[in-house]
């Protein structure tokens, strides 16, 4: 992991020796461009890319507010696509912060709590998702697989025996 994040530093601008103040390196660019190769790179399904790229954008440069709970966001949506569902709940719940109300945030929480089996959480947090914006097509998808879930132990086979 280390020697992809190295080489991911290397590749857009950022010279190895930033970090410890070598007065010859330079660092280019406000760490947008992290950012949005990032959510690039986590939109086209190369999500280890994604989260190193995104990880570099909230580590090297202090983003706006704004900036950061979509980061965090965006962290959660490539953590759960690679499986590791707890990162991403943990992203998802920095998103939110006090008074979160990002519907993405809540929806991709929902989704991880959905294929962890936390139901009651996962119900919670599309309602609430729903609620910010309910036209969402995403939170229609989830929703779905919920309720697909709920059925399944719901449905009642006749033995004929």
């Not at 999500?47 to 507010?65: A, D, K, M, V």
């Not at 569902?85 to 929806?107: E, F, K, M, R």
């Not at 998702?129 to 132990?153: C, K, Q, Y």
Request: proline share 2%; charged share 20%; with cysteine.
């Amino acid at each position: 992991m280390k020697r992809f994040i190295l080489a991911c530093t290397l590749a857009y601008g950022v010279q190895a020796g930033a970090a410890s103040g070598d007065p010859k390196t330079t660092i280019v660019g406000s760490g947008k461009e992290f950012l949005a190769a990032g959510t690039y790179s986590i939109q086209i399904g190369e999500y280890e890319e994604g989260i190193c790229l995104t990880l570099l954008g909230l580590t090297r440069y202090p983003p706006s507010l704004e900036d950061r709970v979509a980061a965090l966001s965006n962290l959660c949506a490539a953590h759960v696509a690679v499986g590791e569902l707890n990162l991403a709940i943990d992203y998802c719940t920095q998103s939110l912060g006090p008074g979160g109300s990002n519907w993405c945030a809540y929806s991709n929480r929902a989704y991880a709590y959905l294929l962890k089996g936390m139901f009651s959480e996962a119900t919670y947090d599309l309602d609430t998702a729903a609620v910010i914006n309910s036209d969402a097509e995403r939170i229609a998808e989830i929703r779905g697989m919920l309720n697909e879930h709920g059925l399944r132990h719901r449905i009642t086979i006749k033995d004929r025996h």
